[in-house]
């Protein structure tokens, strides 16, 4: 793997604080607004495997990952070997392609930078994920999907100011979004590939689709249209939860709420979570407060997800739902991340086929190996999933 670059990221740069001053707006995007790309201009790839070696959270097939999927790219999709960028938490690299905070945000800028109507960039992520409390409001679920750098997870024996040092390395799907998504120009498109966990809407983008039909869904919160039912992995990308989300139950038959209660049962759908009202005046009063807020909240978020909308083409195909992990596994005897394996395999098959035939083909090879975990796709604007998937 030969990396040739002509910038170079600055030698002990701490990183841009990424600090999200979110402008909620409504902005409409209709079928003449955006361009499809035809991926025939300039190819660009990040590609970012990180294995944690020595911390208590290693994972095996991150780096595994990251040097099949440059192989796959390189041999499948034309994407040329100068173009390429690689990062590796590996001690033979060096400094400026360790995946730090730092180093995975000045790279995916480097991505992104004066990208021109029909360029194609790949990006690809395996590694841990996980959620935080949503302290902006734009999150339905009230949490950020997020990805863990090398320097965000504490080495074994860290000093409690080690770890809460490590913390403020952790990147959001707000921060994802803007260095990856919002500086695209109508026309490019960009392929986004994640393998980590609670990965569903990492990039916060407003589509979503349902593999069994290929149409969008609704939203995040519809009621579920898939039969198989998410269950935690033992070996998962990312099973860290730096911090949680409280919920509260109301019973749904104790007092006549059930205007507020279709605006919000949505959202407790993916919890499992069952209504609950205390039956009492004064509780059920302080419940019904709390659901007009949440009410409120369903609102400021759908507003939010109308500004993520994006003119390119931005496709995002995620290892798993939100509430879901992914499994760091073993095929054919090589550690892999079970949805790197899938993607790849499915597309060896047919380099050529339908973005439908892929997700569907993704979920048919994990489900055949008895993974539980369920792919998501989703883009920054309507798509019709029977377009031919080309990067």
């Not at 995007?29 to 290693?58: D, E, F, H, M, P």
């Not at 589509?207 to 033992?234: P, T």
């Not at 109301?250 to 507020?260: P, S």
Request: aromatic share 8%.
């Amino acid at each position: 793997m030969h990396l040739h670059h002509t910038e170079k990221a600055p030698e002990n740069a701490d990183g841009p604080v990424l600090t999200v001053e979110r402008t909620l707006e409504t902005k409409t995007t209709t079928r003449k607004q955006w361009i499809s790309s035809n991926c025939t201009g300039n190819k660009k790839a990040l590609v970012i495997g990180i294995n944690y070696s020595g911390t208590a959270n290693a994972l095996e097939g991150c780096h595994s990952d990251a040097s099949r999927m440059y192989q796959f790219i390189t041999q499948t999709y034309g994407f040329s070997d100068e173009n390429i960028v690689v990062l590796k938490d590996d001690r033979k690299l060096k400094q400026e392609y360790q995946p730090t905070k730092a180093n995975i945000v000045y790279w995916m800028q480097w991505l992104v930078k004066d990208a021109q109507p029909h360029d194609s960039l790949f990006f690809h992520y395996s590694g841990h994920g996980g959620q935080l409390a949503d302290r902006t409001g734009d999150e339905m679920d009230f949490e950020d999907d997020c990805i863990f750098p090398v320097d965000s997870i504490p080495l074994k024996h860290a000093s409690q100011h080690e770890i809460a040092a490590s913390r403020r390395n952790i990147i959001i799907d707000d921060d994802l979004h803007l260095c990856l998504v919002s500086p695209l120009a109508p026309g490019v498109r960009l392929t986004a590939v994640f393998d980590s966990c609670h990965s569903g809407s990492v990039l916060d983008l407003p589509f979503m689709y349902a593999a069994a039909s290929g149409k969008l869904k609704e939203g995040q919160f519809l009621a579920e249209q898939d039969a198989e039912k998410a269950e935690d992995m033992r070996h998962g990308r990312g099973v860290l939860a730096v911090e949680k989300k409280e919920t509260w139950k109301i019973k749904e038959k104790a007092f006549e709420v059930k205007d507020i209660l279709e605006a919000t049962k949505e959202i407790f759908h993916e919890t499992a979570e069952k209504l609950f009202v205390e039956r009492s005046r004064k509780g059920a009063l302080m419940d019904l407060e709390r659901l007009d807020g949440l009410k409120t909240h369903v609102k400021q978020a759908e507003k939010a997800e109308k500004g993520n909308e994006s003119l390119a083409d931005v496709v995002l195909i995620s290892g798993c739902k939100d509430t879901q992990t992914s499994a760091d596994a073993s095929e054919d005897g090589v550690p892999t991340g079970a949805l790197s394996w899938a993607l790849m395999a499915t597309l060896k098959e047919n380099p050529e086929p339908t973005y439908l035939q892929l997700l569907d083909g993704i979920r048919a090879k994990l489900k055949k190996e008895r993974y539980s975990q369920l792919p998501q796709l989703s883009t920054g604007h309507p798509m019709d999933l029977s377009t031919v998937f080309f990067a």
